[in-house]
């Protein structure tokens, strides 16, 4: 039996809205719609501000925000914030008939926390799932559902806590969280661990101990990640030329960017462009 054959969870898109503010983006992603009887979609926000609407309610979207819809359940992205504006990963699953535990574990957390705030520090997360989840290979993508599932139970057990104490924080780290909100905008900028852990009002190499226990990476490299997926968006969905995107990110040359970017994302940014182009569907 092959992994297309298994009548278990199956990803059938994941999508990286970063910055949702060009037109042509903002018309199709906030559109007003449903999936399929047997589809669940989560967003997972990584930065920005905006609102949600689902069915009759409408939620406050932030950094590390979390919203699930039900099959069926009519939702949009209500509108971003021009000044601070949203981006996010978009998860579409279907559920096969024997994700029994799963579908429950869903079902009965939606009814009290359909929007939670998990923190921000899943975002790579997000970014190796969409990886796994486009890979040729059907034994990669099958272990993007796997890790996927795993994230679901996460989810099911945080809404659990909340639950049990409605005061309850859930798994972030106040100065972590505080750490990335200041990475996520400034990724423009040349922000410096020092400069960093400064605004804080924490020590550098506490900072950085604290930062490397909770997100099993260094500030530094968080950073470069931050960039990288930057650049990434950036390439698809705009005609920046390559030296010019490396200038805005602050590399310090097209070709230190372009070795970066080649680490992190297997290709380098030209090839990357080509393979990844964003086709925004026509809006009816």
């Given at each position: ?72 359940e ?16 978009a ?67 945080t ?8 005061r ?93 970017f ?23």
């Amino acid at each position: 039996m092959t992994p297309e054959d298994q009548e278990s969870m199956e990803i059938r898109e994941v999508v990286l809205v970063y910055e949702l503010v060009q037109p042509r983006a903002t018309q199709w992603h906030t559109r007003y719609h449903s999936h399929a009887p047997d589809e669940y979609e989560i967003h997972y926000v990584v930065q920005g501000r905006g609102r949600f609407k689902s069915e009759h309610t409408l939620h406050t979207l932030g950094g590390g925000s979390v919203v699930v819809c039900r099959p069926l359940e009519s939702h949009q992205i209500h509108d971003s914030d021009p000044v601070d504006p949203l981006s996010y990963y978009a998860v579409l699953f279907r559920l096969g008939p024997d994700d029994h535990e799963v579908r429950a574990l869903l079902e009965t957390a939606l009814v009290d926390y359909p929007r939670i705030n998990l923190g921000t520090h899943h975002r790579f997360f997000f970014e190796e799932l969409k990886e796994r989840a486009e890979a040729e290979n059907p034994l990669i993508r099958q272990s993007a559902a796997h890790q996927f599932l795993s994230f679901v139970y996460l989810l099911a057990g945080t809404l659990d806590s909340l639950k049990a104490d409605p005061r309850s924080k859930g798994v972030s780290n106040f100065h972590i969280e505080r750490a990335l909100g200041i990475m996520q905008r400034q990724v423009f900028s040349d922000l410096s661990v020092a400069d960093l852990a400064r605004r804080l009002g924490l020590d550098s190499s506490y900072f950085i101990r604290l930062f490397r226990r909770t997100l099993k990476l260094s500030p530094k490299q968080y950073m470069i990640k931050l960039k990288i997926e930057a650049g990434a968006s950036m390439l698809i969905s705009s005609p920046r030329p390559i030296y010019e995107i490396a200038d805005l990110l602050h590399f310090s040359s097209e070709f230190h960017f372009s070795r970066a970017f080649k680490q992190h994302t297997s290709l380098p940014p030209r090839t990357y462009r080509e393979v990844h182009k964003q086709v925004t569907p026509d809006v009816l």
